[in-house]
Structures are given as structure tokens and as C-alpha cells.
């Protein structure tokens, strides 16, 4: 099966299933705490479960290297249809797991495995997707393609948080602790299923079955990524950190920090409608850089978050919804752009051969230890200083230093054929 319609279907579906458990996870994270973590300190549980939601992120890498090999080892096919299996199975069983007060120390251990094993499916399903669809992209189409991971992952995230919603208002908050928080972890089995059929459908890439006509499949695909594109990796890396960085202030910290100075309920909802304006620039983004390239998109995308980051944070503080909506809504312009040139510019920096191994390594190096860590960071900063804009100038240094390294370093991919060898060579004017 190789129908535009059907590969972009059953490509979207395990990186929706991804974002959708991010947020859900998030969401619930209060009454996580209290199911699996009774300590009778409530801060000391939500600590708890908030650490547990961080070990995802620790094994990002590995699971990058792992399923990045599969991919340039067995296809990328096999990478996508393994990482939706473990995505949405560990989901899955998240929500069936028994509480602490059933089976006691098993019940936090059995969370965090599934919580390890999530990381690791995570790995590699991001950049898996996104040479997928990039490899069976008409040429001048790639990032447009692209984008489409960016923007599922934004609906994901609405999606996620306002299941979570939806069942707290519904149900009583002791209805909700005892099993209103499984149901929307149970949602991953059928996302999953469908994910699972319509990935094991599709044909391997085109760019793929030549490669492997060819003979040139590499035997040890990490080994000879970090030996041949010690280079590609390390620009590969800087170019996920800032994306991450950015994605998880959108996502999480921006959410908290209006819910320190308003109600939670409304910090959600204005969440979730500059997370749809987000979703909705993506498209914009990727169609913008197959006509002007990659390069004046993701440079302009890392310099303009150095200079709102004060402002936008200065908005979203503020305590009114309508002031922290426009402050999310700036932020997610240039965020926009940095989500999908991770998308495409990462599969095009390296040759067919290594590329799922390269772009699923640099990027969960990134996005794992270095952006998943970020709203943590930011918080601490603010805690730490006593002053609401310590976040915004750590996310401002980050931009500011990856913009230039992008503006010296990143050569303009978008016209590179996705079969040939690719190298770094630093841009010249």
C-alpha cells in the first residue's frame, strides 16, 4: 500500500498515540501521585510521580539508537510498526496497573518499567515518522509533509488534556482517583491496533528498497553514524535541544506558570487554543521552507525565541487569560517553525544509509535529557531567583546560541535528493 492518504494516516497515528500519553501523564500527574506514591505528603507524591514521568525521557536515547538501527537495519517500517507495539502497549497497561494500596512496592516499580519502556518506543518513533513520510514525498513537498507530524502532535496534546477535563468535571474527584484517570491511558489500545494495521499494510519507503537493491544497507548503522557524521550528529543535536526546549515551554511550563497566577481550568483552556493555533502554523511553516528552504525558517524560528522569551513569558504571567492567549500564540509562531525543520531538516542532514539512526540519536539526545528536562529547569530557576523571568532568559540564552551556530553552520537541505550520501559543510555566503 503506498497511497498518499494511507501512508500519512498510518504514519500520524503512533507519533498522535506519543503526544496523546505526554499529555495525558501531565494531566493526571496530581492523582498519579496519590494512586502510586502515598506518601500522606501531597507534594512529596506529585514529586514522585513527576520523577517517574521524567525516566521516559532518560531512556529516549537508547531507544534512539535502538529503533534508528532497526530502521536502517530492517526498514523503516519495522521501526514505525515496533514503536507503536510499545508505545501504545506500555499506554495501555499503565491504565490497568493495580494502585499501591493493592499490591503495594510492585505498583510504582511496574510504572516506572512502563514508563521506561514508553521512553525507549519514544526514541525512535518521532524521526521514524518523519523519514517515512519525507522519504515517500513528491520532491518540493517534503516539509509540507513533515509538518504534518508537528501539527498531530499539537492535537494530541489538546486531545490529551482535554480528556482529562472532560473526566473531571464528569466524575467525582474520589470517582476519579479510584479509575476515572485509567480511561484515557485505555484509549491507546485502540489507537494502537489501528496504527499497528495501517503501519504492517504499507510498502518500505522508496528510498529504502534502493538502498537495499543496491546492497548498501549498513550492518551497523550507530557505529557508522558516529564515525562518519560526528559533524551532522552534533549540529543534528543542537537543532532538537532548541526545538525541545521550546516544544515543552508551549506544552507544560507556560500551562504552570498561569496556573500559579489564575485558575486551572482556564490555564488549560487557553493551553489548548494556542496549542491549535500551533498545530494550525505548522502546515504554513513547512510550506513556506520548500519554497524559501529550510535555513531562513529554522534560523528565524531560534532567533525570534531569544527575543520574545521575555515578553511572551512576561504575557503569560500576567494573570489574564487574554494576555497569556496572545503571549502563547507569538511563542508558537517561531515554535511552529522549529518543530517542523526538526521534522525535515533532521531526516535530510544524513545519507539514506544512517538517517534513521542519526536523526533518532541526535534528536533523543535533545529532546530527552536536555528538553524534557526544561520545565523542571525553568522552575527551579524561578524558585530559586524569586523572579518570574529566569525561565525566559535560560530559553533566550539557548535560542540565541543555537540560532548562530544554525546561522554559521546549517547547509540549506531542502533540495537534496533523500537517496544520495549528504554532508555538513558549513553555509557561505
Not at 543535536?237 to 506558570?257: E, I, K, Q
Not at 505548522?282 to 510550506?287: F, L, T
Request: with cysteine.
Amino acid at each position: 500500500m503506498r497511497s498518499p492518504s494511507a501512508v500519512v494516516a498510518a504514519t500520524l497515528v503512533g507519533n498522535f498515540t506519543e503526544w496523546f500519553d505526554f499529555a495525558v501523564y501531565g494531566a493526571v500527574a496530581v492523582t498519579l501521585g496519590r494512586v502510586f506514591f502515598p506518601t500522606g505528603d501531597s507534594v512529596a507524591s506529585l514529586l514522585a510521580s513527576l520523577a517517574v514521568f521524567g525516566i521516559a525521557f532518560v531512556f529516549r536515547p537508547l531507544g534512539g539508537a535502538l529503533l534508528g538501527s532497526l530502521g536502517d537495519r530492517r526498514g523503516r517500517r519495522v521501526a514505525l510498526s515496533t514503536a507503536v507495539i510499545g508505545i501504545s502497549g506500555a499506554t495501555t497497561l499503565i491504565g490497568l496497573l493495580p494502585s499501591y494500596a493493592a499490591i503495594g512496592f510492585w505498583a510504582p516499580l511496574l510504572l516506572v518499567l512502563l514508563r521506561c519502556v514508553q521512553g525507549l518506543s519514544a526514541g525512535g518513533e518521532w524521526t521514524s515518522a518523519s523519514a517515512f513520510l519525507a522519504e515517500y514525498a513528491p520532491p518540493g513537498r517534503r516539509g509540507f509533509r513533515a509538518s504534518l507530524i508537528s501539527a498531530s502532535g499539537g492535537l494530541a496534546i489538546v486531545a490529551g488534556t482535554g480528556s482529562v477535563l472532560l473526566l473531571e468535571n464528569l466524575l467525582t474527584p474520589a470517582q476519579m482517583q479510584s479509575w476515572g484517570w485509567r480511561l484515557p491511558f485505555l484509549l491507546a489500545a485502540p489507537l494502537g491496533l489501528i496504527g499497528l494495521y495501517l503501519r504492517l499494510r504499507l510498502d518500505e519507503t522508496p528510498v529504502y528498497r534502493s538502498l537495499r537493491a543496491r546492497d548498501e544497507v549498513a550492518a551497523t548503522p550507530v557505529r557508522t553514524a558516529l564515525r562518519t557524521e560526528r559533524r551532522t550528529l552534533v549540529l543534528a543535536f543542537a537543532c532538537a535541544a532548541v526545538t525541545g526546549v521550546g516544544f515543552y515551554y508551549l506544552a507544560t511550563y507556560f500551562t504552570n506558570a498561569m496556573s500559579a497566577t489564575g485558575d486551572r481550568t482556564a490555564s488549560l483552556a487557553v493551553s489548548s487554543i494556542a496549542l491549535l493555533f500551533y498545530a494550525a502554523i505548522c502546515p504554513v511553516a513547512g510550506w513556506v521552507s520548500d519554497r524559501a528552504g529550510r535555513r531562513p525558517v529554522y534560523v528565524g524560528g531560534a532567533l525570534a525565541h531569544a527575543v520574545l522569551a521575555v515578553p511572551v513569558l512576561l504575557l503569560v504571567g500576567s494573570g489574564s487569560p487574554g494576555l497569556a492567549l496572545l503571549g502563547m500564540c507569538l511563542f508558537a509562531v517561531p515554535q511552529a517553525c522549529l518543530n517542523v525543520m526538526s521534522s525535515i531538516v533532521l531526516v535530510e542532514l544524513f545519507p539514506a544509509r544512517t538517517r534513521s539512526s542519526g536523526s533518532a540519536l541526535a534528536y533523543s539526545l535533545g529532546v530527552g535529557p536536555i528538553a524534557g528536562t526544561a520545565p523542571l529547569v525553568a522552575a527551579a530557576l524561578a524558585a530559586a531567583t524569586g523572579s518570574p523571568l529566569a525561565p525566559a532568559l535560560y530559553l533566550a540564552v539557548i535560542a540565541a546560541a543555537v540560532g548562530l551556530v544554525l546561522a554559521r553552520k546549517l547547509p540549506e537541505t531542502s533540495a537534496r535528493p533523500l537517496g544520495e550520501p549528504a554532508a555538513v559543510t558549513a553555509h557561505t555566503a
